[in-house]
């Protein structure tokens, strides 16, 4: 799968081996930065690389990190067609998906280590949206208060 992937300096103590782990997976993956640690980037910058991507189908899901994964995750869902979802547990990380359509997961690197991050990581990018007519439903709705602004 295509996949991207973005920390600000807060998530960048993980990302190369998300990166590492996702390659390892047999995905194609996009390193949309940050490349180097640099304390005064910001984590808006990141979601929109990773969200433009998912957007003009350069990337299918995305993996997204800053400090806590909130600040990516906020911004991140302000994009039309991103379902971001910050999980720092196993079944949400899986069933966002199942369930949502999650198509970003979002990571604080500050809360997660790399160990708990892989399985999340794992559990995301295993996981497909059942397509159950309650779930498509919802999506639906989702899509609704997102077209209404
Ligand atoms: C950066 O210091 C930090 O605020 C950012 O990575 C993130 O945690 C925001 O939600």
Redesign the pocket.
Known sequence: MKVAVAA????FPIKAQIVELLTSMGHDVQDLGAHQPEPSDD?PDYARYVGQAIQNGHAERGVLL???????C?AANKMKGVRAGLCHDHYSAHQGVEHDDMNVLCL?A?VVGVAVATELVEAFMSANFTKEDRHARRLEKVNAIEAAG
């Open positions: 600000d300096h807060g998530g984590y800053c400090g806590s994964g909130v600040g990516a906020v604080g500050r």
